[in-house]
């Protein structure tokens, strides 16, 4: 069976969470000035800014992501188109269903490690136990679209066949080929984008103010008894990865968010990366213009197959 749905899992539970982001920051990061020869930067995704709630910071290179509805929109219209070319070959296809948000709400949301102190004092490092339950009754009915494994659906499905009662299958099957007619054949995170966001998440921690907070924290930690050298080493601590919530997890996690709220740490890595960010975007501003151009218009192509269904 084949996973075919388009919405990525945000689980923050156990313990990695994943990278998957002042106002006055906030205000340079968007403001910035740029010459004549520079494409201008798209707008930012709009969000309710609130300086104490890292969830409704927004990181410059958010404007060259696809936003949430954005990714649905082309995993719905592709999902569509699959199941048009599927039913072509005689096959009746439904794509996995969409999983359940659990987790980050957005891109910022636990990038810089836990902020919610009445979550984790009930559910220690993680999720909503009510996202979770949600989430663990979708996997259990069971988040693939139904193919059989190695089976004729399956291989048009992929392009694994050339030919199915005399029809050509086309190239990459039809899921390659639903793609193709909506993003061109290109991903639909553009990578460039993913590929600096990821780069100033590991890049930001060794700014010397995150450096700096990060000891600051580690030493409120030991003091109440945490011995870890930097914030995601809590979370990542091995004996909180258990689907149960201990009265150690709490007490840590309570801690940490106490110790990372004393020293600023969310703030100082977020202005550390927002540095970061326009930087990199700076200088690869033409590719990620070009990025962006060809995400819009895959999101354009994804709103014309959904209102014609076909």
């Not at 990459?172 to 966001?197: D, H």
Request: a neutral charge; aromatic letters at 6%; hydrophobic letters at 35%.
């Amino acid at each position: 069976m084949t996973v075919w749905h388009g919405l990525r899992s945000q689980a923050g539970m156990g313990a990695t969470i994943a990278i998957a982001l002042t106002v006055s920051s906030v205000a340079a990061c968007t403001g910035a000035t740029h010459s004549a020869s520079r494409p201008d930067r798209p707008a930012l995704p709009s969000r309710h800014f609130e300086a104490a709630d890292p969830k409704t910071w927004t990181l410059p290179i958010e404007a060259y992501l696809p936003t949430d509805d954005e990714q649905k929109q082309i995993s719905r219209a592709e999902n569509t188109l699959i199941g048009d070319c599927m039913d072509r070959f005689g096959f009746d296809w439904h794509p996995a269903p969409e999983l359940p948000k659990l987790g980050p709400k957005t891109l910022t949301d636990w990038r810089y490690g836990i902020h919610d102190a009445a979550l984790a004092d009930k559910r220690g490092y993680k999720p909503d136990a009510d996202e979770q339950a949600a989430y663990d009754e979708a996997m259990e009915r069971g988040a693939v679209d139904g193919t059989t494994s190695g089976g004729p659906d399956a291989k048009v499905l992929s392009g694994q066949i050339a030919k199915v009662a005399g029809k050509d299958v086309p190239a990459g099957g039809c899921a390659g080929q639903a793609k193709r007619k909506v993003t061109g054949g290109k991903p639909e995170t553009p990578r460039l984008a993913q590929q600096i966001s990821n780069d100033a998440f590991t890049r930001s921690k060794r700014d010397a103010k995150v450096a700096e907070a990060f000891r600051r924290w580690s030493s409120c930690m030991k003091d109440s008894g945490y011995p870890y050298k930097e914030p995601m080493d809590a979370s990542d601590d091995p004996r909180f990865a258990a689907a149960d919530v201990t009265t150690r997890e709490i007490a840590t996690a309570t801690a940490d968010i106490a110790c990372r709220k004393r020293h600023h740490v969310a703030k100082l890595w977020f202005d550390a990366e927002v540095k970061l960010q326009n930087t990199a975007i700076e200088t690869h501003a033409e590719e990620l213009s070009a990025e962006r151009k060809n995400l819009d218009t895959a999101v354009k192509r994804a709103a014309r197959v959904l209102a014609s269904g076909n």
